[in-house]
């Protein structure tokens, strides 16, 4: 009841395009939501992160939607550049602790 | 304000080998947590510390291990090495431990001979 499933694996994107990412999660006692993004070499950095209070949140070109009725949320990156070629992760947590729960994660493949 | 910083980056071990991998925090925050990534497994929780105590702790077997000192800092041990510990061992700190904004370091690369 702990996992949190992520699709695509894997996806390709025409600069100026939109890269959306998918995560679904069983727990209901989850009630925080990160993202986080990766470059090769790196240690992930925080992108966005939403509580399930709100439906949706944007930070400049990124967007979390958050469905709590169906247990999903996505990232949406809106005029996607060469340089948000990178892994993405979700992830999920709770209130009582730092634990996060991982997806799987998604390697977004930003072409000029 | 300096980032979470992780000693050494890389490592080279064989097998039954001990390691210790050394993790500091943002300075202010209190909360240190562990995670392994892997291709195959991609990214799992390890464990938890918070003003010196394990808080939380994942599906692994009691060869992991960590502590905290009172200065924040953490480290992790892993003992009797298997190939399979093979992995990017990364470190976030945070500044309390109810589901705050976890900040990543670069990781610790071992690698199991």
């Known amino acids: 009841q702990q996992q949190v499933k992520q699709s695509p694996q894997s996806l390709i994107v025409q600069k100026g395009g939109i890269s959306i990412i998918n995560c679904a999660y069983e727990n209901t006692a989850f009630d925080y939501f990160p993202w986080y993004q990766q470059f090769p070499g790196k240690g992930p950095a925080l992108l966005i992160a939403?509580?399930?209070?709100?439906s949706e949140k944007k930070e400049g070109r990124f967007t979390i939607s958050f469905n709590k009725s169906a247990k999903q949320f996505s990232l949406h990156i809106m005029d996607s550049q060469p340089g948000d070629s990178a892994t993405y992760f979700c992830a999920a947590g709770q209130a009582a602790g730092n634990k996060l729960t991982f997806g799987g994660g998604t390697r977004v493949l930003v072409k000029p | 304000k300096a980032g979470v910083t992780q000693t050494p980056r890389y490592l080279i071990k064989t097998r039954g080998q001990q390691v210790t991998l050394s993790c500091s925090p943002i300075s202010g925050h209190r909360s240190v947590s562990w995670y392994q990534q892997t291709p195959g497994q991609g990214l799992q929780f390890l464990f938890e510390?918070?003003?010196?105590?394990?808080?939380n702790k994942g599906n692994f077997p009691g060869r992991f291990s960590g502590r905290q000192f009172s200065n924040s800092r953490s480290e992790m041990n892993v003992s009797t090495l298997e190939l399979g510990d093979s992995a990017l061992y990364l470190c976030?700190?945070?500044?309390?431990?109810?589901?705050?904004?976890?900040?990543f370091g670069p990781g610790t690369r071992l690698t199991v001979l």
């Open positions: 510390y918070f003003s010196e105590t394990q808080r």
């Open positions: 976030a700190s945070s500044l309390g431990t109810s589901a705050n904004e976890q900040f």
């Open positions: 939403i509580r399930p209070d709100v």
